[in-house]
């Protein structure tokens, strides 16, 4: 299943759409950023994540 | 009154084979997740070829984590400020840097390899209209601004000390 990340809000997923809020994906993204404590993490608070994850840095 | 904390976390560079920094982050956010280690959030930008950061509270963790890991060549020694490794993080669109008389060679498509000169940049399509320099005739070309690479800067301004050459 090839890897996409979400237009939205980066997610990397391999599912058909979005797990967290549903928009399109998109197969072109570059970077990445894994968040394991939302809360803690400064990387987290900068790129406005919320949630633990795994997460495209540049999605076009 | 109301003064901003300061991070608790710092955010450490950790040196890995050129090519593996996406398979070396995967690696690392197991196994922190696996032993329970307390890493906050590990970063992997493609443009840094070579590097991944790694955000805890303290180097032994991150030592802890990435000892044994394939790929991992060692920990950077000291600190990564964060306003460097911020650039990596909050990607500003490359359509921003262009201007025109930029000169600029296409990474993409049929006219790869091509150097061409931006003579409009249309920021909300994120697309530049380029007229290449190696064509014999003028030939504008519309093309999204992420295939291409900047070459050279325009001069802001030409200043003409003495004689202005024809």
């Given at each position: 299943m090839k890897v996409k990340a979400c237009r939205e809000c980066r997610t990397i997923t391999t599912k058909p759409v979005c797990p967290k809020c549903k928009a399109a994906l998109s197969d072109?993204?570059?970077?990445?950023?894994?968040?394991?404590?939302?809360?803690g993490s400064e990387i987290a608070k900068v790129m406005k994540i919320t949630e633990k994850g795994r997460y495209a840095l540049r999605v076009r | 009154m109301s003064e901003q904390t300061p991070p608790t976390t710092s955010i450490f560079a950790v040196r890995t084979t050129a090519g593996q920094e996406k398979n070396v982050a995967t690696l690392i956010a197991a196994r922190a997740e696996r032993n329970r280690l307390p890493i906050k959030a590990v970063l992997a930008p493609e443009v840094l070829k070579g590097y991944v950061f790694v955000e805890a509270e303290g180097p032994h963790f991150v030592e802890e984590t990435i000892a044994g890991i394939r790929h991992v060549r060692s920990r950077v020694p000291g600190i990564v400020s964060f306003s460097e490794v911020e650039r990596y993080m909050v990607v500003k669109p490359l359509i921003e840097e262009f201007d025109v008389d930029d000169v600029v060679e296409v990474i993409s498509g049929p006219f790869k390899g091509m150097r061409a000169?931006?003579?409009?940049?249309?920021i909300t399509k994120g697309e530049v209209v380029l007229e290449l320099l190696e064509a014999t005739f003028t030939l504008p070309i519309t093309v999204h601004a992420d295939y291409v690479r900047i070459v050279q800067k325009a001069k802001k301004e030409k200043r003409n000390f003495g004689k202005e050459s024809d």
């Open positions: 072109d993204f570059s970077g990445l950023a894994i968040v394991m404590d939302a809360e | 000169k931006i003579t409009r940049s249309d």
